[in-house]
């Protein structure tokens, strides 16, 4: 049962990875509005934009995942294919 729920909260398509990118970057958008709000001038800005940064590269790092853990599939099936 456990294995089962577990289950839910690994990302398997790309689909998903997009979904959860974009909820990710709603999220930093909202807190940098924040930002903007309490520190008007660079320094709002900045923060802005470190939020933006910041799931530019997460959303780089799910992707490159998504892509690295399909080949190790592949490659585990073409060596258990080939004995």
Known sequence: MLRKISRLF????RFEAFLIIYALALGATA???NYL????????????LACSAAVFMAGAKILDCLRHEKAAREAQGQS???R
Do not use: D, N
């Not at 690994?10 to 398509?13: A, E």
């Open 10 to 13: 690994v990302i398997k398509t």
């Open 31 to 33: 807190r940098g509005a």
């Open 37 to 48: 709000e309490q520190y008007p001038g660079w320094g709002g800005k900045l923060l802005f």
């Open 80 to 82: 258990t294919q080939g």
